[in-house]
């Protein structure tokens, strides 16, 4: 199966009063000088149209399903509905809205999953927001695993990636108070993220043998123990399992010395052991394209490493980038994907 013949992505329509609205119609009106990759716009149609004409784009918007929209997505930009409750005001979310923001995720999980559509990528959601209406979540990552599980039936352990065009990065623990992390972490924990995540890169990322740089805990990996336990007593031995099990993976090392250009040329991914740990550096060498990719899903997830950027949506100033490398990076994956199903 070649990319043209692969099924549109799922694109969500993410916070409609955030900048989602704008990268995705900026992308749209470049789709033939980026051979954008085809989706499927999951949202409000009104809201499309509202702010393309706010921003001063000529976009023809159309109702599509997953089969119609690649034989229209270079006329209009195709769109399944989820449609809003209220009215949308850039840059003023409202948790009147929440049903339509978290209808489009669980329509596009289901799509994906079913083949209709290659893989799943989402715009950003404000958590906040979605909390005041009833989200139970920490966050997307958390909600797609629970889609995921109740479709299979099967637990499953959402691993986060940041993936950028210098820096792979893995938080073991994700959306948890820094002060929670020590309990929160153990040897298992460190140990399935990271064969989920080698087993992901190899077989969705095509890498043959992934080498996994995993970070200590404490400054200086624990020094001895004189700056903490946790990293010869946890850490160390998931490594030592890891390695038993023939993963490429060595550390405990001191976070401080493993992000520089010379580190990160010895090791394909960073496993880390908190959140700031992991996103600090990715976004810092890559803020503008650097994706969110879940792993661990029986299904493509891709997304924006940013966030809502209320304060800009509906100026035209918000950058596509990060949205453009997230859809790449989903058809690239789902391309791989198919190839290897055959």
């Not at 149609?45 to 393309?52: G, I, K, T």
């Not at 929440?98 to 994906?112: D, F, K, P, Q, R």
């Not at 924006?304 to 304060?311: N, Q």
């Given at each position: 199966?070649?990319?043209?013949?692969l099924p549109p992505?799922?694109?969500?329509?993410?916070?409609?009063?955030?900048?989602?609205?704008?990268?995705?119609?900026?992308?749209?009106?470049?789709?033939?000088?980026?051979?954008?990759?085809?989706?499927?716009?999951?949202?409000?149609?009104?809201?499309?149209?509202?702010?393309?004409?706010?921003?001063?784009?000529?976009?023809?918007?159309?109702?599509?399903?997953?089969?119609?929209?690649?034989?229209?997505?270079?006329?209009?930009?195709?769109?399944?509905?989820?449609?809003?409750?209220?009215?949308?005001?850039?840059?003023?979310?409202?948790?009147?809205?929440?049903?339509?923001?978290?209808?489009?995720?669980?329509?596009?999980?289901?799509?994906?999953?079913?083949?209709?559509?290659?893989?799943?990528?989402?715009?950003?959601?404000?958590?906040?927001?979605?909390?005041?209406?009833?989200?139970?979540?920490?966050?997307?990552?958390?909600?797609?695993?629970?889609?995921?599980?109740?479709?299979?039936?099967?637990?499953?352990?959402?691993?986060m990636l940041l993936?950028?065009?210098?820096?792979?990065?893995?938080?073991?623990?994700?959306?948890?108070?820094?002060?929670?992390?020590?309990?929160?972490?153990?040897?298992?924990?460190?140990?399935?993220?990271?064969?989920?995540?080698?087993?992901?890169?190899?077989?969705?990322?095509?890498?043959?043998?992934?080498?996994?740089?995993?970070?200590?805990?404490?400054?200086?990996?624990?020094?001895?123990?004189?700056?903490?336990?946790?990293?010869?007593?946890?850490?160390?031995?998931?490594?030592?399992?890891?390695?038993?099990?023939?993963?490429?993976?060595?550390?405990?090392?001191?976070?401080?010395?493993?992000?520089?250009?010379?580190?990160?040329?010895?090791?394909?991914?960073?496993?880390?052991?908190?959140?700031?740990?992991?996103?600090?550096?990715?976004?810092?060498?890559?803020?503008?394209?650097?994706?969110?990719?879940?792993?661990?899903?029986?299904?493509?997830?891709?997304?924006?490493?940013?966030?809502?950027?209320?304060?800009?949506?509906?100026?035209?100033?918000?950058?596509?980038?990060?949205?453009?490398?997230?859809?790449?990076?989903?058809?690239?994956?789902?391309?791989?994907?198919?190839?290897?199903?055959?």
């Amino acid at each position: 199966m070649t990319t043209t013949q692969l099924p549109p992505l799922a694109l969500t329509m993410g916070d409609p009063a955030g900048i989602g609205p704008d990268i995705t119609l900026a992308l749209w009106s470049a789709r033939r000088s980026l051979s954008l990759p085809p989706f499927l716009f999951i949202g409000d149609a009104a809201v499309l149209r509202e702010r393309a004409a706010l921003l001063g784009l000529d976009v023809a918007v159309a109702s599509a399903t997953p089969e119609t929209a690649g034989d229209f997505f270079f006329d209009a930009l195709p769109v399944l509905a989820s449609d809003c409750a209220a009215g949308v005001v850039p840059g003023a979310p409202d948790p009147r809205n929440a049903a339509a923001v978290t209808g489009a995720i669980e329509t596009a999980v289901a799509l994906t999953r079913a083949g209709r559509t290659s893989a799943v990528v989402t715009n950003p959601i404000a958590k906040a927001v979605l909390y005041d209406a009833g989200f139970s979540f920490p966050g997307h990552t958390e909600f797609l695993a629970d889609l995921a599980a109740k479709a299979t039936g099967q637990t499953m352990l959402p691993v986060m990636l940041l993936a950028g065009p210098k820096l792979r990065a893995v938080p073991v623990t994700i959306h948890i108070p820094l002060k929670d992390v020590p309990a929160a972490l153990n040897e298992d924990l460190i140990v399935e993220t990271a064969v989920i995540t080698e087993r992901d890169l190899r077989q969705r990322f095509g890498i043959a043998q992934p080498r996994l740089a995993i970070a200590g805990l404490n400054p200086h990996a624990g020094e001895g123990g004189a700056l903490g336990l946790e990293d010869d007593a946890i850490v160390r031995p998931a490594v030592e399992r890891l390695k038993a099990a023939g993963i490429a993976a060595v550390g405990p090392l001191p976070a401080d010395t493993m992000f520089h250009d010379a580190a990160r040329a010895t090791y394909d991914v960073a496993l880390c052991m908190y959140h700031d740990q992991a996103l600090i550096p990715a976004k810092a060498l890559g803020f503008d394209d650097s994706v969110n990719a879940t792993l661990g899903l029986p299904f493509i997830r891709t997304s924006p490493d940013h966030g809502t950027a209320f304060a800009i949506a509906g100026k035209g100033i918000a950058r596509p980038d990060s949205l453009l490398a997230a859809l790449r990076l989903a058809q690239d994956l789902a391309a791989h994907a198919a190839k290897e199903s055959r």
